[in-house]
């Protein structure tokens, strides 16, 4: 009932930035989390960032003091804002939304970082 629709990414050079939006369609009934992962070919899928229901953050490590997930709940959209970016920023991010302990993911938006 829910599919996140992610957007945002793009070219960017080396120290850039970009904001990542992905916005969720559907009828949400609850939402208890929402994520983004990245994932890169040959790579297992890695948690990036999350957001609980009651504003709790996570990120992993490599991305610490770099990125910041946040959210608009008016639009229904979480953002995931990259700072700082790096090469090994390059991947497919995939937003995902845990609902009702189920969980949705979207197609992914391809970030391209050049040295």
């Known amino acids: 009932q829910v599919q996140p629709v992610e957007s945002g990414g793009g070219l960017v050079q080396a120290g850039g930035s970009l904001r990542l939006s992905c916005a969720a369609s559907?009828?949400?009934?609850?939402?208890?989390?929402v994520g983004w992962h990245r994932q890169v070919l040959g790579k297992f899928r890695e948690m990036v960032a999350t957001?609980?229901?009651?504003?709790?953050?996570n990120y992993a490590d490599s991305v610490k003091g770099r990125f910041s997930i946040s959210r608009d709940d008016a639009k229904n959209t979480v953002y995931l804002q990259m700072n700082s970016l790096k090469p090994e920023d390059t991947s497919v991010y995939y937003c995902?939304?845990?609902?009702?302990?189920?969980?949705?993911w979207g197609q992914g938006t391809q970030v391209t970082v050049s040295s």
């Open positions: 995902n939304i845990l609902s009702g302990q189920l969980v949705y």
């Open positions: 559907g009828s949400i009934s609850s939402i208890n989390a």
């Open positions: 957001i609980t229901s009651d504003g709790i953050t």
